[in-house]
């Protein structure tokens, strides 16, 4: 017994030590899996501190910065904008993206991608208008997402959209004046419910804060606007 | 008619099962109900793409209640694996939904001391196959034919017809409990109907033959002899409790009667089921009146990964209105300066590097680009050619608007995949983004290198190498089912142009048990039998070869490899395989003549050498199912056809099953008459959730013999090369954006 158990100690030391891959070819799997294994002790030791936020931080970046919580798994990321940009369908496109390489793309405030969660949302239709933040009416909202590995699904919806008036938001020791808009979308076995406060100043197409369905597995993001 | 249905339909013998089923789901069979009752702004009430609970399993790996089966399906593609075990019998069972309405297992199985056909304890392998008639619709239960153990010696033979009804616990008026009730029942024949019978089709039923040759289909046996009625009941009071009964009609009549493994003194069995995770559920039973019995399934499902698969969030493309917005940004003078455009090449590189891809060759014009590169990383081609495009959209100067994305393996180019810089900055965020691009996007014939191509600094000549660990199975020997070696692989390559290769790996066994293994009686030359005498040394050659891939002409490929290809043969081998990009046919020719390697695997041959080859015939039938027809000549030299069909998920899980039919009689091929098996692949993406290429896959053949065997040679061309093509690109256009 004592034997074997030599010989499987000494066939895992020489796994440990001896696996390794160079050159420009594939990585053989065997080894793709050790190494994964292995990334997943190292970080959990890795874990970094929560940040405590205050205005005086935000004030001394110099960069704009959205929070962004996803409610299924606990987890916050604070993003920086990559990109502004418009293409042919109204509205402004914001891509936002945390350090490790995870991104999200908002199209008026409304997310419409994200990229880099596993399972995301590929693409979406959203009801955006020049010159308004948020949805601008109700009607079709169409999500493209991830689904059966590498295909797709796409998830058909109809939305109304009820304006909850006038509820100031409260952003890190900042209160901004805001309209609460919510957009209630029933459709592909499910009902779906985002929330939007929007800067009520004329002139000022800001979201603040929302809550909103970005698919299936990622489920509902909260995002705050920290800094402009 | 849900478009599954409507590709059965095609088959005219299948047409009567279509005309039974139901109108399927309105939503897509990827959609399920949200939960009902959840509050409009939870997740629970959003729509969700998880599928529902799968049904439970009974002792032969199928749906069913413990030793009896029911009439449910579990969800497309669903895999489950189980072991059972009661009164000294256990059974280790694969059960694979092929089909929405069809379903297949595998079992090995041990009765122990049974003491009958000279062995202490009897191991046994079988295949049972399952259809769905009709589903369940108002009143009317669903219905399944059920065949068990219906090819070989038989031990578990049985027949059936088995209907279904569920009820919710509301509807039966029990109040608020969300239970729900499932009640089968069946009539069945063979070992089904050895109970209690009430009746009698075609007289006596031909017996079981235990160590017989087995492999034929027993059509002989099929409902044939006394038929009786069984049934049963699952309670599930929620969502992670089952409670079951039944009434069996299985005598025994074996292992009790013939020989005395357990005594039977009821035909009621009662149990308990614990969903313990979403894949795993736990039994407990009292069989027959006298035994305690446990079941263990698991259930996966390839569409449904452990972890989702996340990669790294690509940098959004930057229009080039944005940056180049001056005339002069836009000159096309760069052309002229070879060291502007290896400056080029070199970004692009870099950038490419970022995303694991390796630029091969890039050639330049004014306002187009063609690159060649490798992709080590994404295993769906879409992917890569999204990333590949995201990196020239960045590195390139304005004025280049054509981007020819060319994957190459080996030096091979696969196929063409042409964009235009313009859609790519005007489609990343349009609604409908990946069925947009993939409209706009040409795929073509790779065509041969061009003559200005400008050649990576860092490849060619390249050196490869890599250390790591191998297993090795061997399986079904009746002393012991399962053994396997593990050890070290010691690999490296050399490519010093493109499409060459010079290989070798030198493996390194650490442990292992197959040198314990049976030695062949096969009465054929010993192509493949010889196993265990491979299995004695240690450190071995396991191949070194010299090998060449390229196109000889449009729509062709060709590979040529000289050396050792596997641990058993050497020789030379050709390849020429044609497939065009946007046809889901492909033909193929390999011959081989090879030289069988001695058993200590270095440099020796022993004397057998032949000549072997194949015609081979290729479709991609559409639902991932990959159809291959090969005709030739086998090792041991006798002639016959290989057929194959492989079910390959989105996401590069695959489940096949092949047959080989040779002019070798089933005396001369021995145990299972014929060489047939099935296959696995798993891949390590779907694992980890994160991109890889790599992939575990198995072959299991219930017996190893020496008819219908081929020789395996490295870097055979149609898998590699189908991946490229239009086919599995448009499959995947859902990747091409992340």
């Not at chain 1, 929330?195 to 100043?201: E, G």
């Not at chain 2, 060759?361 to 050619?385: F, K, M, V």
């Not at chain 2, 490929?557 to 492909?586: C, D, H, Q």
């Amino acid at each position: 017994m004592s034997m074997i158990r030599k010989t499987a100690a000494l066939a895992g030391l020489a796994l440990v030590l001896g696996a390794c891959a160079k050159g420009p070819e594939k990585t053989p799997a065997e080894l793709e899996v050790l190494k994964a294994v292995g990334e997943q002790f190292t970080r959990r030791r890795n874990m970094p501190p929560p940040v405590q936020l205050t205005r005086a931080l935000l004030d001394k970046q110099s960069q704009a910065y959205i929070e962004v919580t996803i409610e299924n798994r606990d987890a916050k990321a604070y993003l920086t904008r990559a990109l502004t940009r418009r293409d042919s369908s109204p509205g402004t496109i914001e891509v936002w993206r945390t350090q490790d390489n995870v991104s999200l793309a908002l199209r008026s405030g409304m997310v419409i991608a994200t990229r880099g969660l596993g399972g995301g949302l590929l693409s979406a239709q959203v009801p955006a208008a020049d010159g308004a933040a948020g949805p601008a009416r109700g009607g079709a909202r169409r999500y493209t997402v991830r689904a059966k590995g590498n295909g797709q699904a796409r998830l058909s919806m109809a939305c109304s959209l009820q304006d909850l008036g006038s509820e100031p938001v409260e952003i890190v020791e900042v209160t901004h004046p805001a309209r609460h808009l919510q957009e209630r979308c029933e459709g592909a076995g499910g009902v779906v419910v985002n929330d939007y406060w929007i800067d009520s100043r004329p002139g000022r197409n800001q979201v603040w804060q929302s809550r909103q369905w970005a698919g299936p597995e990622t489920g509902y993001v909260r995002i705050r606007q920290l800094r402009l | 008619m849900t478009p599954i249905k409507t590709l059965v339909c095609r088959a005219a013998p299948a047409a009567l099962l279509c005309l039974a089923a139901g109108p399927g789901l309105a939503l897509g069979p990827e959609i399920t109900r949200a939960g009902h009752g959840a509050a409009p702004g939870t997740e629970d009430a959003a729509p969700r793409l998880k599928p529902l609970p799968p049904p439970s399993l009974n002792f032969y790996g199928s749906p069913g209640i413990i030793d009896t089966p029911s009439s449910e399906m579990l969800p497309d593609g669903q895999y489950a694996v189980t072991y059972s075990w009661f009164g000294g019998t256990s059974r280790y069972n694969i059960t694979v939904q092929a089909l929405p309405w069809l379903s297949a297992s595998f079992r090995y199985n041990g009765i122990q001391d049974l003491g009958l056909f000279g062995f202490d304890t009897y191991y046994d392998r079988g295949f049972d196959v399952r259809a769905r008639l009709w589903r369940e619709r108002g009143w009317l239960p669903e219905v399944t034919m059920g065949l068990q153990d219906f090819a070989g010696t038989g031990v578990y033979a049985a027949e059936y017809f088995v209907a279904t009804k569920r009820f919710e616990g509301a509807a039966l008026g029990w109040g608020k409990t969300p239970g729900r009730l499932k009640l089968s029942a069946g009539l069945g024949w063979g070992r089904l109907g050895s109970s209690g019978a009430i009746g009698n089709i075609g007289g006596v039923r031909p017996t079981f033959v235990g160590g017989s040759t087995g492999g034929e289909l027993a059509t002989d046996q099929w409902f044939r002899g006394d038929f009786a009625p069984f049934g049963g009941f699952e309670w599930q009071p929620d969502e992670r409790w089952s409670l079951k009964a039944e009434y069996s009609t299985d005598a025994y009549v074996t292992e009790t009667q013939v020989s005395n493994v357990f005594e039977r003194k009821s035909s009621v069995n009662y149990g308990v089921e614990y969903q313990y995770s979403d894949r795993l559920r736990l039994g407990a039973y009292y069989l027959y009146g006298s035994e305690i019995g446990f079941n263990a399934q698991i259930q996966l499902n390839p569409n449904n990964p452990p972890t989702p698969m996340a990669v790294p969030a690509p940098h959004p493309i930057i229009p080039r209105t944005q940056w180049a917005t001056e005339a002069s940004h836009w000159d096309q003078g760069w052309v002229a300066s070879e060291t502007k455009k290896r400056q080029f090449r070199d970004l692009a590189a870099e950038t490419l590097k970022a995303d694991g891809l390796v630029l091969e060759a890039i050639t330049l014009t004014g306002t187009t680009a063609e690159l060649r590169y490798r992709n080590p990383r994404y295993r769906s081609a879409a992917q890569a050619a999204g990333r590949a495009a995201r990196a020239l959209a960045q590195a390139l100067p304005p004025s280049v608007e054509t981007f020819r994305l060319v994957p190459v393996r080996r030096g091979l180019g696969l196929a063409v995949l042409e964009v235009r810089r313009s859609d790519l900055e005007a489609l990343e965020f349009d609604a409908d983004a990946s069925d947009a691009l993939s409209a706009a996007a040409g795929v073509r014939d790779a065509g041969p290198l061009p003559d200005d191509a400008i050649f990576s600094g860092e490849l060619y000549p390249a050196f490869a190498t890599s250390v790591s660990p191998f297993t090795k199975p061997a399986y079904f020997d009746p002393a012991q089912p399962f053994r396997l070696d593990a050890g070290l692989d010691f690999a490296a390559s050399y490519a010093p142009a493109p499409g060459w290769r010079i290989a070798g790996t030198i493996r390194q066994r650490l442990a292992g048990n197959v040198k314990n293994g049976r030695a062949s009686n096969s009465v054929l030359p010993h192509v493949r039998t010889d196993q265990r005498e491979y299995a004695q040394f240690g450190t071995t050659l396991e191949n070194l070869y010299a090998s060449r891939l390229w196109k000889p002409g449009r729509n062709l490929y060709a590979r040529a490899t000289a050396g050792l290809f596997e641990s058993m043969y050497g020789g030379v081998s050709g390849e020429l395989l044609w497939k065009p990009v946007n046809s889901r046919i492909g033909l193929g020719v390999e011959g081989n003549y090879v030289v069988q390697r001695d058993f200590d695997q270095r440099f020796g041959f022993r004397d057998y050498r032949i000549f072997t080859g194949h015609a081979s015939a290729y479709a991609e039938l559409g639902k991932g199912y990959l159809m291959q027809v090969d005709a030739g000549r086998y090792l041991a030299g006798d002639y016959g056809g290989t057929f194959s069909l492989n079910r390959e998920f989105n996401n590069g899980f695959l489940i096949g099953a092949f047959f080989t039919l040779t002019n070798v009689s089933s005396e001369d091929f021995g145990e299972g008459s014929f060489d047939k098996g099935f296959r696995f692949r798993i891949p390590v993406d779907w694992l980890l959730g994160k991109p890889s290429r790599s992939g575990f896959g198995l072959t299991i053949r219930p017996t190893q013999r020496d008819g219908g065997q081929r020789v395996a040679v490295p870097d055979r061309l149609y898998g590699s090369v189908r991946e490229a093509h239009r086919k599995s690109l448009e499959e995947q256009r859902a990747r091409f954006w992340e």
